[in-house]
Each structure stands twice: as structure tokens, then as C-alpha cells.
């Protein structure tokens, strides 16, 4: 499972912020944490990017996987 919401709450942003930032649907943020949708590369690295962290530690599932 990834941490999104995890590190989304720690830099206290609403699902509305972090879409705003990222420049993704906030109902694709929801099913991302929530995983019933998996995050492509590039959205891995704006969530990452927007959040301060590796993408390796947001999404562990997918290491090496670029």
C-alpha cells in the first residue's frame, strides 16, 4: 500500500491542495491512496516532488519500477 495520505496529512494538505500542486484530479489522488487505482510514473514523481519524498518511500510497492 502506498503512504500518500501518510505524508499528504504530515504536511497537513487536503486532497484539493495536493491536486492543485500535482495537476491531478483530486478523485484520482482519493483512489490512489485508497489503493483501488495504482499512481503512473509520472504522477509517482509529482506526488513525490510535492509531498518531499523519495518516490521509493511513498511507493514502496513499485521499487525499481520506473
Known sequence: MNRVREFRK????????LAK???IYPNDISQIETGYRKAFPGWRKRLA??????????????????
Do not use: H, R, S, Y
Open 49 to 66: 516532488d510535492a509531498l518531499e519524498v523519495e518516490e521509493e518511500v511513498l511507493f514502496p510497492e513499485n521499487e525499481g519500477e520506473k
Open 10 to 17: 504530515k504536511k497537513d494538505l487536503t486532497q484539493l491542495d
Open 21 to 23: 500542486i500535482t495537476d
